[in-house]
């Protein structure tokens, strides 16, 4: 069906995807501003996904998105999302005045390109459901191919530009699998790829901040990855699962999974048994367990030198723990021991280091704030307030949309040494802590809890 949305997007030339969000993020701006500056809708935007998705009239919007549209068109979602008339009504002043795409560099292109795009979904949409009875090579294919991608992007780019994709996704491998149509062999890759779908789902409600709906999706992950018979995915969820109660505060259950995730790892040789003992060291240091720390930091050095890729290395992204993530993870261990010296701040320094190439395959947005502000908090133990306000200052400057939950913990964790260590008493670091506190909350992606 085509809607009144689509027709009055067809008619204002907003197709091409840049085109149609400047006017969006615009709307949202003016929206918020009517709202006492409500920091969600300034920072209010959406993925290529869900445009194709409203522009197709297969889901409507919802939240905040609704009274945006709203205020662009000068219509109800009722009426928006209702089929479009013959002819089209007037155009509504606040539409009218933004028809000017001329400041949009290569408009036309991109909207080839987007049109492209979207008729190639369709086509992919059209044969999935053209494989009646059975799940054909091709659908297997597609299902792959967007859990490979997703595995891959979800560490570079905001969770706002994925959510989407990987919700569908999600829903697509449940559907092929709920539909009894894969065979044995079909139901074992399915079952894997819910498990990896299930998985980023659950990664992307902890940075969301909500732990709760995060091991729902860790134990559907679970559940996924024992039916697939998957040893080193099995593992994997186990190590999430740790990672998940780690940054709820959970250092006991932290350590616990941990260690399930390792004794399922045994006699594996992928990244994922390196991952185990490096969550085991991180977990201890909450709970200021020094040998445990350096056991475990020892393990995964070992384990290291033994390391052979698997199936899950080869997807890279949330799925494989690299070498500069294993430092990260070492040292931000150390440092939660709430001790350092010029020693730690040098391996501190090389981690950042690490991290500083965004074109590294292994570059992580997240990581990379990680690394900054453990290296903070080595040089505020030596004393190094400047030090510590420089290596800080990259975290404070990230954009609205990659403010996660992890990163925003990260940064507390530097408000609470200025709270008791060197300069508490100082401007800087007062100013520092007020910095701190508002990062925190014009994050965007916190849910209610």
């Not at 597609?142 to 979800?154: C, P, T």
């Not at 989407?164 to 894997?192: H, V």
């Not at 040893?231 to 190590?239: E, F, L, R, Y």
């Not at 408000?415 to 007020?434: F, H, I, K, P, W």
Request: hydrophobic share 40%; charged share 25%.
């Amino acid at each position: 069906m085509h809607t009144l949305f689509r027709a009055l997007i067809d008619q204002r030339e907003w197709k091409a995807f840049p085109a149609f969000r400047s006017r969006y993020q615009q709307a949202a701006k003016e929206v918020a501003a009517a709202e006492d500056n409500n920091p969600a809708l300034k920072a209010l935007t959406l993925s290529d996904a869900t445009f194709e998705r409203w522009y197709y009239g297969t889901h409507a919007p919802r939240g905040d998105a609704r009274r945006v549209l709203v205020h662009m068109f000068g219509y109800s979602i009722d009426e928006l999302w209702a089929k479009a008339p013959a002819q089209l009504p007037p155009v509504h002043p606040h539409g009218a005045a933004a028809t000017d795409t001329s400041a949009d560099d290569g408009a036309h292109l991109q909207q080839m390109g987007r049109q492209a795009a979207m008729a190639a979904r369709r086509a992919m949409q059209f044969a999935i459901g053209a494989e009646h009875g059975q799940i054909g090579e091709e659908t297997m294919g597609y299902v792959q191919d967007r859990v490979r991608d997703l595995a891959a992007r979800y560490t570079r780019v905001p969770l706002a530009d994925i959510l989407d994709d990987l919700t569908e996704t999600q829903e697509q491998t449940f559907t092929l699998l709920e539909g009894d149509r894969a065979t044995p062999d079909q139901s074992r890759d399915l079952y894997l790829l819910s498990a990896l779908t299930s998985g980023m789902y659950a990664k992307a409600c902890h940075d969301l901040a909500d732990p709760a709906s995060a091991m729902m999706h860790a134990r559907a992950a679970s559940v996924c990855a024992t039916k697939a018979g998957h040893t080193p995915m099995q593992a994997w969820v186990s190590g999430l699962k740790s990672l998940i109660t780690y940054w709820a505060g959970e250092p006991g259950r932290a350590l616990h999974f941990a260690r399930s995730a390792a004794k399922t790892a045994e006699g594996q040789r992928g990244s994922v048994t390196v991952w185990a003992a490096s969550l085991e060291a991180r977990a201890a240091a909450l709970l200021r367990d020094e040998e445990i720390v350096r056991q475990a930091n020892r393990r995964a050095t070992e384990l290291r030198d033994r390391c052979e890729p698997d199936e899950l290395d080869a997807l890279g992204g949330l799925l494989v723990f690299p070498k500069v993530r294993q430092d990260y993870y070492e040292v931000e261990a150390k440092v939660l021991l709430g001790h350092g010296d010029a020693r730690l701040v040098a391996q501190a320094e090389e981690t950042v280091r690490g991290y500083s190439d965004p074109t590294d395959p292994h570059w992580a947005f997240g990581d990379a704030a990680g690394a900054q502000t453990d290296l903070a908090l080595a040089r505020l133990y030596t004393a190094e307030l400047d030090g510590a306000m420089e290596a800080v200052r990259p975290v404070l400057d990230l954009p609205l949309r990659q403010r996660n939950a992890g990163i925003v913990y990260s940064v507390n964790r530097v408000a609470g040494q200025l709270n008791t260590g060197c300069g508490r008493d100082s401007v800087a670091a007062r100013d520092l802590r007020e910095e701190i506190e508002a990062f925190g909350r014009l994050r965007p992606l916190a849910l209610p809890r």
